[in-house]
């Protein structure tokens, strides 16, 4: 179902079109959501599918890939850290967030960074893998702290071989996949073949290494008496309160808990029924993604949706809804752990329509849901990036937000660049443009008075009346001491430093700060970098590529030898020879 404006408003799936289509539209629509999103259909597309199971299919991917507005949307797991196990011949383990690509390898997805950090940390301790960047790791000559701390086995400097780094990596590997009971035999097997041949060093590492994998598998180990030691588990359990919908995902691994997270269903649902919301989850979690053996939760699935699970995992899954024993314990706490959820989530909710009140009420407005905070990035007019960040609907969207590089100013002209930022964002929305961005109710500044004073003008220009407000750094430039600029109302005030209003502000300021100045860190950087290479004589834009490509900085490139510098592709031994003269001011 498609809007005048080309958005797509909802995707849905039917046996039988005729009738589905037809309850959309009654007289007397029992839902208000489906009445409003009834009035904005401009047409109508249909797609035809063989089977029930390839149109469940079909429509989570469109759901995935439109994010209709009147769809349960899920937050989709690019959002959250993946630890990731690359592909080259002494693989480093990372931190990533991203679209998963091949052939590296990849674990999760995490609840939070922390959960990401304690497994490198972990992968560290017992197997001594690598975490350096490519550029740090191929121009090393010497190993670093980390080997003499004994957390890394220096594949930069060959003091391990391809073959036992690669052993490390697939025992990290089986560890990761939860298999911690056949990894500890395996080194096991593996010390007593080191201690027969009497290589006692071997085997006092492979000792320390079962010794760790032993206490840290007490610390995650859930007791178990059952047959589900070696099987894929994971416990759905859905809790709703006040219209509030949460569903609780715990995962558990060869009797390790890998997952505890909770989801809350982000657009607006069609009919806001748990057991709709239930089967959104499970087809957005599972179709395309990895799939447990079993499945446990507190309510049933259709037949179809089990059908095209068990269809695209080529085998048989399990599915409980009355689990006993200690899989009923396990449903159980996650129904509780959802509960606290929703709890927190009003809590949070309530503390953040307190702080909309109390700005609305200094802006003399009756309420406030958008609020859209602009700030300025640069070093002394280099590379300068405007940011736009989003708050709407009680929380921040970075899906939202916007970078701007700035293109009438190089010279550090605040002032201009705000001007610009404003007007290229805005202009759309005074000309009401389809493709406008949506209409705010407060626009915040991050400056002062001449900040403020741009937006105004900007605002007479394009004949715009969104209410403005300036927030600027009182003159110790500390935190609690920020002025409050509201031109409207010609008024500059200062706020209590616990002020619900004035913590509003500081949350989305601070945000704008951060997005713009990690924005101008990376253009800063490339057009550095970029200026440098077209300096090189003889190395053109596809050179330019692969160097980058091969040694991911300028200062990798400038600590290359001539030889590492011929390897590159297109390099030849010549042309490496200047390259390097050139980079170290050498005469020829």
Not at 67 to 78: A, C, E, Q, T, V
Not at 434 to 443: G, L, Y
């Amino acid at each position: 179902m498609i809007g005048n404006n080309g958005q797509v408003l909802y995707v849905g799936k039917a046996v039988n079109l005729k009738k589905r289509v037809k309850s959309y539209f009654v007289k007397n629509q029992v839902s208000p959501r489906i009445a409003i999103m009834v009035k904005q259909i401009e047409r109508i597309e249909i797609s035809v599918t063989r089977s029930e199971a390839e149109a469940l299919i079909l429509e989570n991917n469109l759901i995935k890939s439109l994010s209709p507005k009147y769809n349960i949307l899920f937050r989709d797991d690019k959002t959250y850290p993946y630890l990731k196990i690359s592909s080259h011949d002494f693989p480093q383990i990372s931190y990533y967030r991203g679209k998963l690509v091949q052939p590296h390898r990849y674990f999760g997805p995490f609840p939070t960074s922390q959960d990401i950090r304690e497994s490198i940390d972990i992968l560290q301790k017992v197997f001594l893998l690598r975490t350096c960047e490519d550029s740090v790791f191929q121009h090393r000559n010497r190993p670093c702290l980390l080997h003499q701390i004994h957390r890394c086995s220096a594949p930069c400097c060959q003091l391990i071989s391809v073959q036992e780094y690669r052993s490390s990596v697939n025992q990290a590997i089986k560890f990761l996949d939860g298999h911690t009971d056949s990894l500890i035999n395996s080194i096991s097997k593996e010390m007593n073949e080191a201690s027969e041949k009497l290589e006692f060093e071997k085997a006092a590492q492979l000792r320390d290494r079962i010794i760790s994998l032993n206490a840290i598998q007490a610390r995650q180990f859930i007791d178990s008496h059952s047959n589900d030691a070696n099987k894929r588990i994971d416990i759905i359990a859905l809790a709703m309160e006040d219209d509030i919908i949460c569903v609780h995902l715990v995962s558990i691994r060869s009797n390790r808990r890998i997952l505890d997270n909770s989801f809350f269903p982000q657009g607006i649902p069609t009919d806001n029924t748990s057991q709709s919301t239930i089967e959104a989850f499970v087809t957005q979690r599972y179709l395309g993604k990895e799939k447990p053996d079993i499945i446990i939760s507190n309510y049933s699935l259709p037949e179809n949706i089990i059908k095209a699970l068990e269809q695209e995992a080529e085998r048989k899954i399990t599915f409980i809804t009355h689990p006993k024993g200690e899989r009923k314990i396990w449903l159980n706490m996650a129904l509780t752990n959802a509960r606290q959820a929703i709890i927190r989530n009003m809590q949070q909710t309530h503390h953040q329509r307190q702080r909309k009140e109390a700005l609305a009420k200094i802006m003399g407005l009756d309420e406030i849901q958008r609020l859209e905070c602009f700030d300025i990035s640069h070093t002394q007019g280099e590379a300068t990036v405007a940011s736009c960040v989003v708050y709407d609907n009680d929380n921040i969207q970075p899906s939202q937000y916007r970078r701007f590089n700035i293109r009438t100013t190089n010279s550090g002209d605040d002032y201009t660049a705000m001007r610009e930022v404003l007007t290229r964002r805005y202009t759309k929305l005074s000309t009401h443009d389809a493709d406008a961005p949506p209409h705010p109710d407060v626009v915040v500044i991050d400056g002062g008075k001449g900040q403020v004073a741009v937006a105004v003008s900007v605002w007479q220009e394009l004949g715009l009346d969104i209410p403005i407000i300036g927030i600027a750094k009182g003159p110790e430039r500390k935190a609690g001491e920020e002025e409050l600029i509201i031109p409207h109302s010609k008024e500059t005030i200062k706020l209590p430093a616990q002020h619900p209003a004035l913590l509003l502000l500081q949350t989305v300021r601070d945000e704008a700060h951060r997005f713009a100045i990690t924005g101008h860190r990376k253009r800063r950087e490339n057009v550095r970098l970029h200026s440098q290479i077209d300096d090189i004589p003889g190395v053109g834009s596809k050179r330019k590529r692969a160097l980058i490509a091969r040694f991911g900085s300028m200062k990798g490139i400038t600590a290359a030898a001539v030889d590492e510098l011929a390897k590159v592709e297109g390099i030849s031994l010549q042309l490496a020879k200047k390259i390097y003269q050139y980079l170290h001011g050498e005469d020829n």
